[in-house]
């Protein structure tokens, strides 16, 4: 899991992995067509369970690098 120094260290984390969570999910709830057989809902949904997989990737890799 991740490592934390301090509390300011945790708070600076998880607040990072929130915005790229959101930032990515935005983006691609914005690029996604939601035609007439998928609902917008849906399209959210997709689209936060690609941002959550690629953010959790993105820091697992971040966090390797730096051993």
Do not use: E, W
């Amino acid at each position: 899991m991740m490592k934390f120094h301090n509390v300011q260290d945790q708070i600076s984390k998880i607040a990072g992995f929130c915005g790229m969570v959101i930032s990515i999910t935005v983006a691609f709830y914005l690029i996604f067509p939601a035609g007439q057989a998928q609902s917008k809902f849906a399209m959210l949904l997709v689209s936060f369970g690609i941002a959550v997989a690629l953010s959790v990737l993105t820091f697992k890799a971040l966090l390797k690098s730096q051993r």
